[in-house]
């Protein structure tokens, strides 16, 4: 079993920065594989932004250039530094882990605000 919490969302202006951080405990060597994924009221829970235990990232096309995703393995947290954010940007943003036997595991979210 692995265990996702999140932390860091709030509310911020059009412009500003704020960083996600999930951390993993339980069968952490398991993983391959931590994304981020966002959805906002009325809409499906999209991809933002996924790392692999070979270093390789992925970025959704809202995302890329204004978003970054890195891990420090020795506290077994992933980050999502998200800057220039947009009012579009509001989301419950949602850490993702896969295992390598491909159980998928999922935080319990937290809230990212960009007003206008």
Excluded: H
Excluded at 77 to 86: A, D, E, F, G, I
């Amino acid at each position: 079993q692995v265990q996702l919490v999140e932390s860091g969302g709030g509310l911020v202006q059009a412009g500003g920065s704020l960083r996600l951080s999930c951390v993993a405990s339980g069968r952490t060597f398991s993983i391959y594989n931590t994304g981020w994924f966002r959805q906002a009221p009325g809409s499906e829970r999209e991809f933002v932004a996924d790392l692999r235990s070979s270093g390789n990232t992925a970025y959704a096309d809202p995302v890329k250039g204004r978003f970054t995703i890195s891990r420090d393995n020795a506290k077994s947290t992933v980050y999502l530094q998200m800057n220039n954010l947009k009012p579009e940007d509001t989301a419950v943003y949602y850490c993702r882990a896969v295992e390598y036997g491909a159980t998928v595991y999922w935080g319990q979210g937290t809230q990212v605000t960009v007003s206008s």
